[in-house]
């Protein structure tokens, strides 16, 4: 090969380049700038102003749905035959499991949510492990948070209490002594498929146990089986559901809220 050759093939590789290299693209021109800010107002936004949301003397949010306000059943029905729920309503505005009546689910239908739920395990304690206190809190009737009294009753870490059952161990355990009442806050945000069917987002959730971050916007692999992996069949809105784990359970329930999001 020549020199002039190689100098001529130099030039189209060196022009070739030239022309795929972007212009100024990344950075802007200068006239394209926008200018800095020189007054407080400026970088002020007024509207649209958010929506103003009371709260009432039960920390109920004016636009909260009240799915149990210690007084009935009205929201729940029978997850196994939509007959109503069955479970006990106490003196004091809580309501117990009614063991082996079956699990209960509210009568509406769920997407994304904010949730307030309040547990009680029972005193004395009974049973150990997976036997003391079980229950749950479902979104969706599929992906369950644990309900457990886990005071010096250890379990595997996957299903202790907090735990998104069988898929995200909790970040910490901040259980009150048995007998006292728990809250979770839940921040749920719903799986979503496309119309095949096949899971185009996964659902994710946070949950503060008694205040504590415990669940950080965990991505759910799919429903929290007892036995076998996580499913992903496609699904719209679902029902909230409460757990009967099928043996002395015990515990109760007050003061659940939800806020459609
Ligand atoms: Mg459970």
């Excluded at 972007?22 to 509207?47: L, Y």
């Excluded at 009737?141 to 299903?159: A, K, P, S």
């Excluded at 898929?167 to 921040?187: F, T």
């Excluded at 076998?228 to 909230?240: D, E, F, L, Q, S």
Aim: aromatic share 8%; proline share 6%; hydrophobic share 35%.
């Amino acid at each position: 090969m020549t020199k002039t050759v190689l100098l001529g093939l130099l030039l189209i590789i060196t022009v070739g380049c030239k022309k795929q290299m972007p212009k100024t693209d990344i950075v802007p021109q200068k006239e394209e700038v926008a200018q800095e800010p020189t007054t407080p107002e400026a970088t002020e936004i007024w509207e649209p102003k958010p929506k103003v949301v009371s709260i009432d003397s039960n920390k109920v949010p004016s636009d909260a749905i009240v799915l149990f306000n210690g007084k009935n059943l009205d929201e729940w029905i029978s997850a196994k035959d939509s007959t109503p729920a069955n479970w006990t309503i106490n003196k004091d505005g809580s309501m117990t499991v009614n063991d082996k009546t079956g699990d209960i689910q509210t009568k509406r239908n769920f997407g994304d949510v904010q949730l307030h739920i309040e547990w009680r395990s029972p005193v004395p304690v009974k049973e150990s492990g997976q036997h003391r206190a079980n229950s749950g809190v479902y979104l969706q009737n599929r992906y369950e948070i644990q309900v457990l009294d886990n005071n010096d009753n250890d379990t595997y870490v996957n299903g202790q209490v907090g735990s998104l059952y069988k898929q995200a161990i909790p970040l910490a355990k901040a259980s009150v002594p048995s007998g006292e009442w728990n809250a979770y806050d839940v921040i749920f945000h719903a799986p979503e498929f496309d119309a095949q069917g096949l899971k185009t987002k996964s659902a994710t959730i946070t949950v503060l146990h008694n205040g504590v971050l415990i669940q950080d916007h965990f991505e759910l692999l799919g429903t929290t089986e007892y036995i076998g992996w996580p499913k992903n069949t496609a699904h719209g809105p679902a029902p909230i559901k409460l757990q009967d784990h099928g043996d002395f359970s015990g515990v109760s329930y007050r003061n659940i809220w939800v806020r459609e999001l």
